[in-house]
């Protein structure tokens, strides 16, 4: 059967359609389910679209308290055409799906390119066709471009397709299509002309090298006219337009993200020792299949942006979960395309033979393509292909916004938290609630204030409520308020408090009794966001009335013990707002703590008490059946780059360095664990202990340990109760049960460089007598120490 030759078209359409149709769905349905941000979302679409239909001026937007230009931060030309879009449909979700059609035309001229690069010697255009819907399959698939769908919207992902055309029309020698489309890709962002410029400087190389196959006088000509254009452009744009309104309104030097992300004091040669940093370039490479390293040259494209990402010293643009990672993905992919027409042109150039043999590489090294591709895009991805997808359902939160904001007049100034503010940012001012400035209503979604304090945002709000602002509409963990000068009277309504109560089981089932079973911890989930941190939900269940100052402690520690976060500090949103003593026994309720960015080993624990004295005393904490300390430890975690998987609990995965060292007739040490060779002058030396007690311990002894010199003198020691997670006494250990116990030896900033050996022992501080070892003497060596 012959096959149409116009399949491999339509097969690319039909690609590029459903990347847009797709990604326009999901990230409309991010939005919906209030997954947006101000910084990524309404600080891009007010400005836009204040200069199209609102009454603002050009590019205006709200920051902080004020007004000013978006063009203190970015210059982006090509925000001004796309805002007249607002014409069609006055929303900010258009932005979304303009985004993914611009990402899905891209798969354009990657078809073009590979279809007429790949036509190389015996090769026929048919197989070449074929050829270029695996590449541009591949270019849909690279996770680093849905990235860009993932992070809202930004200007940085339009330059992909412009820079694409450009390099096939250059190729091609149709000068006025090449200068059309690499004009555009300039005026996406001040930063950008660099890659244009880049293209100039290919384009010479490229006429170089086949200067026996055509003139290069044309090519030479507007590569060197590109790089010309696209120098000053990127001058003018960077130093004259963002740098001088920077310093007017951020009070930089030059522009912000300059100023923030690359410091002066930063060593490359030291961030460039960062294991992410290279992850981060091999995953680039192997969502290509590594065909790239076979055209290096094409990689010019993306020089400056890929140089940028990796120095920089916000770990969001080497992560490859956001929009600064778009614009490579076309240097990358016409990289490999090169490279397999590089690896095909050494093939036997025989009519028969060589097109059997050329037919057979090209249908291998497609495979390969495709293999690696869909390969790093089920681990990495964001389609239904990945096994990391995230998913976004409506939550009662979610559901109950619409009519909140049905209750916003059109011209009103509103201050809005960072996750609904690209709802109601389609004004000439808003504000990013705490800030209120002169608002005339304030919706705030109380679980999802960044950077505010939870304590800090109740206080606030309620403040807010008896002084002249009165309650208008509330939803689950929704207030919406006016400033009308008079207070609002009463409580907040008990649906309000929905926030707080599940509406589904728990994905990890747990059966914790607390204190007899007045408290039973149901389950937990696990949210993980690479980006964002970790985030841990428990479901609680009381049976009756608790105590009006009752604490719940998640305890998410390392492998030394050293709690990560003080859950002090960092308090569980509704834990603020409906504390357990108003619980009811027929409700079920869901307390989640603040997102977290944690190492690659980690473990949580839960406590329960009265007061924040719970928190470090085991004794004021509630019991737990068959768990000694007060404390249950409910999973160990281990993340592998974006996986994360869940493990049975196990205190810590350091090797502990076996021992058998008998203090008196009841404590035995049993292991130990420190590094000998990471410390510093001025540092600190984790240390940790195991004990066992063959019988109740008579008293409540002291660990000391101490550091020698070579000559014996003490030049550093630290004095404490055995603790992990909380005090543990002596007396009060339990019997034949392995204790983990945590120190840390602080080391004096005089401390010359050299090899140390570290001792420890007990004492009983009333008396300072210390208890002795069975094996003689009163104090343990436990190894040496190099200090550097």
Not at 311 to 322: H, M, P
Not at 494 to 515: H, K, L, M, W, Y
Not at 682 to 708: C, K, M, N
Request: without cysteine; proline residues 10%.
């Amino acid at each position: 059967m012959k096959l149409n030759p116009r399949l491999p078209h339509l097969l690319l359409f039909a690609l590029m359609a459903v990347y847009a149709a797709y990604f326009s769905w999901y990230t409309i349905n991010r939005h919906n389910t209030l997954n947006s941000y101000a910084a990524d979302l309404s600080l891009i679409d007010q400005p836009m679209w204040n200069t199209a239909i609102g009454p603002g001026g050009f590019m205006e937007l709200t920051w902080g308290d004020h007004q000013q230009p978006r063009l203190a931060e970015h210059f982006e030309p090509i925000l001004v055409p796309l805002s007249f879009l607002f014409y069609l449909w006055d929303d900010v979700r258009l932005l979304l799906v303009v985004q993914s059609l611009a990402l899905a035309l891209g798969a354009l001229p990657v078809f073009w390119l590979a279809r007429d690069r790949l036509a190389v010697g015996p090769i026929s255009p048919p197989a070449a066709e074929w050829a270029g819907l695996i590449f541009a399959a591949a270019y849909l698939l690279y996770p680093h471009l849905q990235a860009a769908n993932i992070a809202d919207f930004h200007a940085d992902p339009f330059i992909v397709a412009p820079l694409l055309f450009a390099l096939w029309y250059g190729l091609r020698r149709r000068w006025g299509w090449f200068w059309l489309w690499a004009l555009i890709a300039m005026l996406t962002k001040e930063t950008l002309p660099t890659l244009t410029a880049m293209l100039g400087l290919w384009l010479l190389l490229h006429a170089w090298q086949t200067r026996r196959e055509q003139p290069p006088r044309p090519a030479v000509l507007h590569g060197l006219g590109l790089i010309a254009v696209s120098t000053t452009w990127f001058l003018a744009a960077t130093f004259l337009i963002v740098a001088p309104l920077a310093r007017q309104y951020f009070g930089t030097p030059g522009p912000i993200y300059l100023a923030n992300r690359y410091p002066g004091n930063a060593a490359p040669l030291a961030l460039l020792a960062d294991p992410a940093r290279w992850r981060y370039l091999l995953g680039l490479l192997a969502a290509a299949g590594f065909l790239p390293l076979l055209a290096p040259e094409l990689l010019l494209l993306g020089l400056p942006v890929l140089a940028a990402n990796m120095f920089s010293s916000f770990a969001g643009q080497y992560s490859g979960e956001q929009h600064y990672s778009a614009p490579l993905v076309a240097a990358f992919i016409a990289a490999a395309i090169f490279g397999l027409r590089r690896l095909l042109a050494h093939l036997p150039p025989r009519r028969i033979t060589g097109q059997m043999l050329s037919h057979t590489a090209l249908f291998a090294a497609s495979l390969w393509l495709l293999g690696w591709s869909l390969g790093y895009h089920t681990l990495h991805g964001w389609t239904p292909l990945s096994i990391r997808t995230e998913s976004y359902t409506t939550t009662p939160t979610a559901a109950a916004l619409p009519g909140l904001l049905a209750r916003l007049p059109a011209d009103a100034v509103v201050s809005a938290s960072a996750g609904l503010h690209p709802h109601i940012a389609h004004r000439r001012v808003a504000y990013i609630f705490p800030t209120l400035a002169n608002a005339d209503f304030a919706l705030v979604d109380v679980t999802d204030v960044p950077g505010s304090h939870p304590n800090d945002v109740r206080a606030k709000l309620l403040a807010m409520l008896a002084d002249g602002w009165q309650l208008v509409a509330t939803g689950p963990g929704l207030l919406l308020a006016q400033h009308t000068g008079a207070p609002t009277a009463g409580p907040l309504p008990d649906s309000f408090f929905d926030f707080a109560r599940a509406a589904g089981p728990p994905a990890i089932t747990a059966d914790v009794s607390f204190n007899s079973g007045q408290l039973t911890l149901l389950g937990y989930d696990v949210l993980d966001d690479p980006d964002d941190g970790v985030i841990f939900r428990f479901y609680w269940q009381a049976a009756g009335p608790l105590p009006d100052d009752l604490r719940l402690w998640p305890l998410v520690f390392d492998d030394t013990g050293q709690l990560l976060a003080n859950p002090a500090q960092v308090p569980m949103i509704a834990a603020v707002w409906y504390p357990p003593a108003r619980w009811q026994p027929t409700e079920i309720i869901v307390t989640k703590t603040l997102p977290q960015m944690l190492p690659a080993t980690f473990h949580l624990g839960l406590a329960v008490g009265p007061g924040e004295a719970s928190l470090s005393d085991p004794a004021a904490r509630w019991s737990i059946a068959s768990h000694a300390g007060g404390w249950a430890q409910l999973a160990s975690f281990r993340r592998q780059g974006s996986f994360l998987t869940r493990l049975a609990p196990t205190p810590t995965f350091l090797p502990l360095r076996p021992a058998q060292a008998q203090f008196g007739p009841a404590i035995r040490l049993t292991g130990f664990y420190f590094q000998p060779d990471a410390v510093s002058p001025g540092g600190e030396l984790p240390l940790l202990l195991r004990w066992q007690a063959s019988a109740p311990p008579a008293a409540d002894y002291t660990v000391f340990i101490h550091l020698l010199n070579a000559a014996g003198e003490r030049v550093a020691q630290t004095d404490a109760f055995p603790a992990w997670l909380g005090l543990q006494p002596t007396s009060r250990w339990p019997v034949n049960q392995p204790l983990l116990d945590r120190h840390t030896l602080p080391l004096p900033a005089s401390l010359p460089p050299g090899v140390y050996t570290l001792q420890m022992g007990l004492y009983q501080a009333q008396s300072l007598e210390r208890l002795p070892l069975t094996a003689g003497g009163d104090t343990l060596e436990l190894g040496q120490i190099t200090v550097k």
